[in-house]
C-alpha cells in the first residue's frame, strides 16, 4: 500500500519548535472560551456571598445574623459551625481558616456565607449583619512585627564562608535599608468556584484554580468526605500568576459546603473589592544589608536580612522566602554571604504566591546593591555585573552559596550579544550628553540580567501524569495535570504530543484539568507547567507509537523488520517502502486489539534539598535572561516614560517561539507595574485602601513602550527537558529590573550623577520626587563650605 502522492499536511508547519496559535485563541477572540461563570447554570443553583471583617483584629463578642435571614431570597446563612469537617485551608500550616471563628485576623477576613437565590441578593444580604467586636491589638508593619518576634514561621539563615570576617576587612563597605512593595495578582478573571451536590454526598467542583488536587483535599477535609468523593474540574482561567494556587481554597470550600449542606448547586463569585480585600498578594519585602568590595567593584561579602509581610497566617510564605534565599544571588558569584529571610506576622491578608515566587524578592536586592557600587565607584554598573557573574563550570567560581553548581551558564554570552544589539555603549554616551543638556528631563539606561532556577522548593512537588487517547479516526485527546491559565500550556502539550506521533498539530485536543483523569497532580506553578505535563504526556504517547510500530512492523514489514525504524511523519506511517496515512494504520491496530491509549507518568530527576541547612540542588536547571530599558524623567513632577527596553531571554529550544515571545513581554510589563505604579496601602485601621482598578494602578497599553525588541536567546538546553526547552513563565519577570535601575540612574543625574539615590519601590511619582530630593539635597550639603 504505497502512497503517490502525500497529502497537504506533509507541508505544513511542524508540531513542534513553531509559533503556533493559543489552542483557545479562536475562542477567546468571539468569545466562545468557557470560563467558570460561563457555565450553563444547572436548575436550582443559588449563589453566595461572604461577609466579611471590619476589624484589623478583634475577638467576636456576638454575631446578628436575623437581619440577614430576612432578607429577600435569602436560603440559608453559614457560619464555622456549619462545617462538618476541619475548618482550614492553609496549604501547609493549618492556621488558615475558611471561617473566621471567634477572632477576625484581618479587615476582609470572611466571616459567614450568604446563599440566596440571585448573586446582587446574596451580595446585598451580606452587608445587613451585625457584628459586635472586642479590638485586639493589631501589629500592621511587618518590622514593627519582627521587633516583636510575631512570625509565622521560624527564621531562616543560609551562612557561606566567613562573611563578618570578609566583611570587616573588605576594601570598601556600604550598608542600608530598603524595600520593595507587594503586587495584587489581578487576574482578570476573579475568584470563583462552582459546586454541584452528586449522589451518594459527593461533590462536583468546577473551580478557577491552578491547583485543582489542592482544592480536592481541601474540600474532602472540610466535608469530612474522601477524595475520591470529591471531583474538580478546571478547564482555563482567565488568569492565576498565583493567586490561584493556594488562596482558591477558601471559595472552593464555601461553595462546596453549601452544595453539600442545600443539596443544590451553589456559585460563589465575589465582586473584584471583595476579592482584593479577601486574598493575599506578592509578599511586600524589607531589606538590611551590608556588602563588601574591592576598589573594581568586586563583592568580597555580603550579609542581608529579608523581611517579608507574611500576613495573618503562614500561606506559601516559608517558599516564597526559600526561593528568595536561592535567589539572591541572581547571577554573582558571592564567595562569603549571611543571608537571613524572616516572615512577618501582620494583621493583613495572607500573602501568596505570585509569579516569580520569592525569586523576585531575592534577586532585586542584589541588583540595588550592585547598582549602588558602581556608582559608589564611579563605574558603569554593567561593568561591576560582569565582574562579579559566575564563571563558567569547574572554574571554581560556579557554585551557588546554596550549594548547586551553576551549569551552562551562558549569562556572560547573551549579556554581550545583547549589550551589543541593543547599542548600550553608545546610548550611555548619548545619554550622559542629554543630561548635560537638560535641567528638568533626565534619562536613565540599565541593563540588568537574570538567573533562575526551575523546580519547585519541595522536591515531590516535581511530577504530573498525563492520558493520551487515539481515536480510530486518527485524533488524539489528551488530559494532563496542569492547568491552563492564558499561558499556553495545552498548546504546547498539544504540539508535543503531535510531534511524538509525527501527525498534524490540528488532530490533537486537549480537556480540562480534572482530578478524576489525573489524580495526585501539582499545582502549575514555578514555572513547571510545561516542563512536568509536557514530559509525561511525552511519555503518554510514545508508549502508544510503540504500539502501533510494532504492529505495523508485524504487519506491513518485511520478516526481519525492526519496529524502530518505521517512521511517524508528516500524518503518515513509513514501514519500509510501505506508507500509509496514520488514521488507516490506528483503524486497523483497533481491529487488531492493539491497546490505542495510555497513561504517561514524569518525575524530575537529581533534585535534592535539606530544608534545615539550605542547601542542596534544589533546581533542575537555570533560566537566563537580560534586559535594557531606557526611561526619561520629569524631575519636578515625577512623571516617567519607559522609551525603549530590549528584551533577550533564554527559552532553551522553544517549543512555541509565539507564546514564549508574549510570556516574556507579558512578565516584563508585569514586573514593571510591580516595580512602578502598582502600590498597596493599608490605612491605620488596617484597611486595604488600594483594593479597585479606581485607586490600584496596573500597566496599560500606553505603558508599553515605543521601541520593544524582544528575542528569545538560542540555547538548547543541557538538561534533558521536554524538546530541550526551558520554563518561561516565571523567568522573565526579573527582566524589568532594568526600568527600575534605569529610573534610579535617572534620578541620579538629577544631582552629580555619584549620589546613591534612596529610590523606594514601587518607584510612583511621589517615590520618584522624594529621591530627586534627597539627591539635591545630598549634593547641596557637599557643595556647602
Not at 673 to 682: A, V
Not at 752 to 768: Q, S
Request: hydrophobic fraction near 40%.
Amino acid at each position: 500500500m504505497k502512497a503517490e502522492t502525500l497529502p497537504q499536511e506533509a507541508h505544513a508547519v511542524p508540531a513542534a519548535h513553531h509559533g503556533h496559535p493559543h489552542e483557545s485563541a479562536h475562542l477567546h477572540v468571539s468569545g466562545e472560551a468557557t470560563y467558570v461563570d460561563d457555565i450553563r447554570e444547572l436548575a436550582g443553583t443559588a449563589h453566595a456571598a461572604l461577609g466579611l471583617s471590619t476589624q484589623a483584629h478583634a475577638r467576636i463578642v456576638s454575631l446578628g445574623l436575623d437581619a440577614v435571614r430576612v432578607m429577600p431570597g435569602v436560603i440559608a446563612v453559614l457560619t464555622a459551625a456549619d462545617i462538618p469537617g476541619s475548618n482550614d485551608c492553609g496549604p501547609i500550616i493549618h492556621d488558615d481558616p475558611i471561617l473566621a471563628d471567634g477572632v477576625v485576623h484581618y479587615v476582609g477576613q470572611p466571616i459567614f456565607a450568604v446563599i440566596a437565590q440571585t448573586h446582587e441578593l446574596a451580595r446585598r444580604a451580606a452587608r445587613r449583619a451585625e457584628v459586635v467586636y472586642e479590638p485586639l491589638p493589631a501589629v500592621l508593619d511587618p518590622l514593627q512585627a519582627t521587633q516583636q518576634n510575631s512570625l509565622v514561621l521560624p527564621p531562616m539563615q543560609l551562612v557561606r564562608g566567613e562573611p563578618a570576617a570578609r566583611l570587616a576587612t573588605a576594601p570598601h563597605r556600604l550598608a542600608g535599608k530598603w524595600q520593595v512593595g507587594g503586587q495584587e495578582q489581578f487576574y482578570l478573571e476573579g475568584q470563583i468556584s462552582y459546586a454541584a451536590p452528586r449522589e451518594d454526598g459527593c461533590i462536583h467542583l468546577w473551580c478557577s484554580t491552578q491547583h485543582p488536587t489542592e482544592m480536592q483535599h481541601v474540600v474532602s477535609h472540610a466535608l469530612g468526605l474522601a477524595a475520591n468523593q470529591v471531583v474538580v474540574e478546571m478547564r482555563r482561567m482567565g488568569g492565576g500568576f498565583g493567586g490561584k494556587e493556594s488562596q482558591s481554597a477558601l471559595f472552593a470550600c464555601v461553595a462546596a459546603l453549601a452544595a453539600w449542606r442545600l443539596r443544590r448547586p451553589v456559585k460563589l463569585r465575589p465582586d473584584r473589592d471583595d476579592d482584593m480585600m479577601i486574598t493575599g498578594k506578592r509578599h511586600d519585602f524589607h531589606y538590611d544589608y551590608e556588602v563588601g568590595f574591592d576598589d573594581d567593584g568586586r563583592i568580597l561579602a555580603a550579609r542581608i536580612e529579608m523581611t517579608a509581610r507574611a500576613g495573618f497566617s503562614a500561606d506559601l510564605s516559608g517558599p516564597v522566602a526559600t526561593r528568595a534565599i536561592c535567589h539572591f544571588d541572581n547571577t554573582y558569584y558571592l564567595s562569603d554571604v549571611d543571608i537571613r529571610a524572616l516572615c512577618a506576622r501582620t494583621n493583613t491578608q495572607s500573602n501568596t504566591a505570585f509569579r516569580g515566587f520569592g525569586g523576585p524578592q531575592g534577586a532585586i536586592a542584589i541588583e540595588y546593591i550592585i547598582d549602588s557600587i558602581a556608582r559608589e565607584l564611579g563605574r558603569d554598573p554593567l561593568d561591576v555585573r560582569k565582574l562579579n557573574f559566575y564563571g563558567k563550570e569547574g572554574g571554581g567560581r560556579d557554585l551557588t552559596p546554596y550549594g548547586q553548581r551553576v551549569e551552562d551558564n551562558v549569562i556572560h554570552e547573551l549579556v554581550a550579544e545583547l549589550e551589543a544589539g541593543s547599542s548600550y555603549r553608545e546610548r550611555r554616551c548619548e545619554i550622559a550628553a542629554f543630561n548635560a543638556a537638560s535641567p528638568v528631563l533626565k534619562k536613565g539606561l540599565a541593563l540588568t540580567p537574570l538567573k533562575f532556577g526551575i523546580s519547585f522548593n519541595v522536591a515531590h512537588f516535581n511530577q504530573a501524569g498525563a492520558l493520551v487517547h487515539i481515536y480510530t479516526d486518527g485524533s488524539v485527546l489528551v488530559n494532563h495535570g496542569g492547568t491552563e491559565m492564558g499561558q499556553g500550556l495545552n498548546t504546547k502539550v498539544c504540539q508535543v504530543v503531535a510531534n511524538e506521533l509525527g501527525i498534524p498539530l490540528a488532530q490533537v485536543r486537549a480537556t480540562a484539568a480534572d482530578t478524576s483523569k489525573v489524580a495526585n497532580t501539582s499545582a502549575t506553578a514555578a514555572s513547571t507547567g510545561a516542563d512536568l505535563n509536557g514530559k509525561a504526556a511525552e511519555d503518554a504517547a510514545r508508549r502508544i507509537r510503540l504500539r502501533l510500530a510494532e504492529f505495523a512492523a508485524n504487519t506491513y514489514g518485511s520478516g526481519n523488520t525492526d519496529a524502530g525504524a518505521v517512521r511517524f511523519t508528516n500524518g503518515r506511517v513509513e514501514i519500509g517502502d510501505t506508507t500509509l496515512p496514520f488514521a488507516e494504520l490506528v483503524m486497523l491496530a483497533y481491529q487488531a486489539r492493539v491497546q490505542l491509549w495510555s497513561e504517561g507518568f514524569y518525575a524530575t530527576p537529581g533534585l535534592s534539598w535539606d530544608r534545615n541547612t539550605l542547601t542542596g540542588r534544589p533546581f533542575y536547571y537555570f533560566a537566563y535572561g537580560a534586559a535594557v530599558s531606557e526611561v526619561l524623567v520629569d524631575t519636578l513632577t515625577g512623571e516617567w516614560r519607559l522609551l525603549r527596553a530590549d528584551l533577550l531571554h533564554d527559552a532553551g529550544n522553544s517549543i512555541n517561539p509565539a507564546i514564549d515571545i508574549g510570556q516574556v513581554e507579558g512578565a516584563f510589563i508585569q514586573g514593571m507595574g510591580w516595580l512602578t505604579t502598582e502600590e498597596l496601602w493599608w490605612n491605620k485601621d488596617g484597611r486595604l485602601m488600594t483594593h479597585a482598578p479606581s485607586t490600584y494602578k496596573i500597566p496599560a497599553t500606553h505603558d508599553c513602550p515605543a521601541e520593544f525588541h524582544t528575542r528569545l536567546f538560542h540555547n538548547r538546553n543541557h538538561e534533558d527537558t521536554i524538546l530541550r526547552s526551558k520554563a518561561v513563565g516565571e523567568p522573565p519577570l526579573l527582566l524589568p529590573f532594568s526600568v527600575l535601575l534605569a529610573i534610579r540612574d535617572a534620578v541620579a543625574a538629577a544631582g552629580d550623577g555619584r549620589t546613591n539615590p534612596p529610590l523606594r519601590a514601587p518607584a510612583t511619582p511621589e517615590a520618584i520626587l522624594d529621591a530627586v530630593e534627597a539627591v539635591q539635597a545630598a549634593c547641596s550639603k557637599e557643595r556647602q563650605p
